[in-house]
């Protein structure tokens, strides 16, 4: 809702991408994410436990597509991966594939932010900003296409505001979904600037 320059806004009134993702897929029937631990999609996870969506942190991003799939397959509700971009969303990808051909429920999250930020914020502050982005990039991936290639549903998101539509969009699909959720490159998580590695 528009404000003009004079009103002021709470923290508690402020909501995050990430609990915005949480409370979408809250929203979809998700009880239950599988993931592997990613900076850029660590406010995923602290949306979920706050939304009451447990968290099951796996050791590989292909493993997480193919937790999903099993979740879905036993319980008939939507499984769900959250992955981060580059290589988190490529080993997914399998899983994914799985999910489509078995038409099974299954909405997948890519926390894409075309970088990789934590090793970015330590480089930055140990070597200063000509070197911050040396070996760290990942591109502009539109990893949402990877799900339409192979028959499902993809959607791309790049304003908080897209983020539940979104969602809405890819269960009424009716297919096995990826949700490509941008995120702001030079924004970086608490965790990541706490970090004492770097100072």
């Known amino acids: 809702m528009p404000h003009d320059s ?10 995050s991408g990430g609990h915005l993702v949480a409370k979408a897929l809250k929203a979809e029937g998700v009880e239950v994410i599988y993931t592997l631990c990613g900076g850029h999609i660590i406010d995923i996870y602290d949306g979920c436990v706050d939304e009451g969506i447990d968290v099951a ?19 008939g509700k939507p499984g769900c991966a959250v992955v981060t971009a580059g290589p988190g969303t ?3 990808v399998t899983g994914v594939e799985t999910l489509v051909r078995y038409d099974l429920p299954f909405v997948g999250i890519v926390g894409n ?9 330590g480089q930055k502050a140990k070597y200063g ?7 760290n990039t990942l591109g502009d991936v539109p990893y949402d296409q990877f799900a339409r290639m192979l028959g499902g549903h993809g959607e791309e998101v790049r304003e908080p505001s897209e983020i539940r539509p979104a969602l809405e969009r890819a269960r009424a699909s ?3 979904s990826l949700v490509n959720v941008w995120i702001d490159p030079d924004a970086y998580a608490p965790g990541t600037m706490n970090q004492t590695m770097y100072k």
């Open 6 to 15: 004079q009103d002021s806004l709470d923290d508690q009134d402020l909501i």
């Open 57 to 75: 942190d796996v050791r590989h991003e292909q493993v997480a597509a193919h937790a999903a799939d099993g979740y879905a397959r036993l319980t």
């Open 90 to 92: 490529t080993d997914a």
């Open 113 to 121: 932010n075309s970088s990789m930020n934590q090793i970015r914020y």
């Open 129 to 135: 900003e000509a070197r911050e982005r040396s070996g």
């Open 174 to 176: 009716g297919k096995p």
